[in-house]
C-alpha cells in the first residue's frame, strides 16, 4: 500500500517536513535516483552538497559528484507542493549554471565546507578517493595521476554543461515532462536531465519500516565521455591511436579533427627534421593515448600529444627552460602576443605554471592561431636543434 513520505525531525524535537525526509533518502541511498539507469556509464555517487547555498540563486537540496568528474544536481518535490513547471525547471538550471562558471579552486572551496558532508576537506580529490573506498590511500602514482585528470575532466564537463539535472517528487506532473520534451528536443544541450519518481509502501506486519521504490519517469541523456580510472597500459600506433582518439570524442568530432590536425604536423616535423626528430609511442591508457615528438637535444617531447576527450597537446615549458632558457623564452613571447595565451605565457614565464596546452578550451574552432602557435613551435625546435650542435 502506498503511503506518504515520514515526517523528519530534527535533533531538538521540531518537525523538517516530509521533503527534508526525501532529501534524507536520498543522502543516505543515492541508488535510488537510478543514475546507472539515466546513463550506463556513470560511476559511484559521492554525496558533496546538501542544503547547499548557491550564492545569488537559492538553496540546493542535494549534490552529488563522481571519480570520472560528472556533477549530478538534484531538486527533490512533493506532490502537493509542485510549483509551477516553468519554475522547477528554471530553478534547478539556474543552480546549474553557478558551477559551471567558476573556476576549480572556487568550486572547491564552494563545496568543502564544515557544514557540508566533505567537511572542510583540504584537498577535494583525496577526500572524494576516500569516500569512494576500496582504493587505498590517497598516495602514489595511482591516485596522482588521476587526481590531475580527474580536475581536468571537471573542468571540461563543466565547461561544456555536461552534468546531470535529476527532479526527484513521489508523483511527476506529466505536462512537466511534456515540457522538457518540447524545449530540449531541438536544443540538444549536452546535459542529461531525468524525472525521477520515488514511492514509499508500507509493509504488512511492519509497522516502522517501508519499502522504497524510484522509478525513472522520463530522461533526456546525451553520452557524456566516461572517463575510466586508469588502467591497463596500451603501446600505441599510429591507427590505434587516431581510432582511440575518435572513440574518446564521440560528440565532439571537431576536437578529434584538431588532435588529427597536430599529429600530422608532427609527422611532417618528424620527416622534414630527419635524424634530428622521431616520434615515440609511450605505454599510455585508452583514456589518455599519447604520441611524442622528440627533438634532439632536448629531454622534453616537443610536443606531446593526447587523444583524450577534447583533444589536446602541451609542451613541458618549466622543464625545456632550464635546458634551453633563451629558445623557450622566445617561443613563449611570441605565443603571448595571442589571445587566448597572454595569461597562461605570463605564468609560464614567470615559472608559475608548467605546461604550454593546445586543448580546445585555448584554440577552439581558430584554426589560424593553431597554425601560429604551431609555427612558434617549428622555429623553437630549430633553435634548440642548433643549440644542441
Not at 506518504?4 to 521540531?14: D, M, V
Not at 522504497?212 to 590505434?240: C, D, F, G, N
Not at 637535444?297 to 593526447?306: T, V
Request: aromatic fraction near 8%; proline fraction near 6%; charged fraction near 30%.
Amino acid at each position: 500500500m502506498p503511503v506518504h513520505y515520514p515526517e523528519l525531525r530534527g535533533k531538538t524535537g521540531e518537525l523538517l517536513g516530509r521533503e527534508a525526509w526525501l532529501e534524507e533518502a536520498l543522502a543516505q541511498y543515492p541508488d535510488l535516483l537510478l543514475v546507472d539507469r539515466i546513463d550506463p556509464h556513470a560511476d559511484k555517487l559521492v554525496l558533496v552538497g546538501k542544503q547547499l547555498e548557491v550564492p545569488n540563486r537559492g538553496i540546493l537540496d542535494l549534490l552529488f559528484l563522481e571519480l570520472g568528474g560528472v556533477l549530478t544536481i538534484v531538486e527533490t518535490k512533493l506532490a502537493d507542493n509542485f510549483e509551477g513547471r516553468r519554475e522547477v525547471f528554471a530553478q534547478i538550471m539556474d543552480y546549474a549554471t553557478y558551477p559551471a562558471d567558476i573556476p576549480y579552486e572556487q568550486f572547491e572551496h564552494w563545496i568543502c565546507k564544515r557544514d557540508q558532508p566533505l567537511e572542510n576537506a583540504s584537498k577535494l580529490t583525496a577526500e572524494l578517493w576516500r569516500r569512494v573506498g576500496a582504493l587505498g590511500e590517497p598516495t602514489g602514482v595511482h591516485y596522482e595521476k588521476w587526481s590531475k585528470e580527474f580536475r581536468e575532466k571537471l573542468e571540461d564537463n563543466l565547461r561544456r554543461r555536461r552534468l546531470r539535472l535529476v527532479i526527484v517528487a513521489e508523483r511527476i506532473d506529466p505536462r512537466l515532462r511534456d515540457m522538457l520534451e518540447f524545449n530540449l528536443g531541438s536544443a540538444r544541450p549536452d546535459f542529461q536531465v531525468a524525472l525521477v519518481e520515488i514511492t514509499p509502501y508500507k509493509l504488512p506486519g511492519h509497522e516502522d519500516r517501508l519499502l522504497i521504490v524510484p522509478s525513472l519517469y522520463w530522461s533526456r541523456t546525451p553520452t557524456i565521455p566516461h572517463a575510466e580510472m586508469p588502467s591497463k597500459k596500451i603501446r600505441w600506433t599510429q591507427k590505434a591511436f587516431l581510432e582511440q582518439t575518435r572513440q574518446n570524442n564521440p560528440n565532439d568530432e571537431a576536437a578529434a579533427k584538431m588532435v588529427e590536425e597536430i599529429y600530422s604536423w608532427m609527422v611532417q616535423r618528424k620527416n622534414a627534421l630527419g635524424q634530428n626528430a622521431r616520434l615515440e609511442w609511450p605505454a599510455t591508457t585508452a583514456k589518455w593515448p599519447t604520441v611524442n615528438l622528440r627533438i634532439q637535444g632536448a629531454r622534453q617531447a616537443i610536443p606531446a600529444l593526447g587523444g583524450e576527450a577534447g583533444g589536446g597537446g602541451w609542451i613541458s615549458c618549466r622543464n625545456l627552460m632550464r635546458q634551453h632558457p633563451k629558445a623557450v623564452r622566445a617561443f613563449l613571447e611570441r605565443v603571448k602576443k595571442l589571445d587566448p595565451y597572454k595569461q597562461l605565457a605570463g605564468q609560464l614565464l614567470n615559472g608559475e605554471k608548467n605546461e604550454l596546452k593546445m586543448t580546445w578550451v585555448y584554440l577552439g574552432k581558430k584554426e589560424d592561431m593553431r597554425k601560429e602557435v604551431l609555427a612558434a613551435m617549428e622555429e623553437l625546435q630549430d633553435a634548440i636543434i642548433s643549440g644542441s650542435r
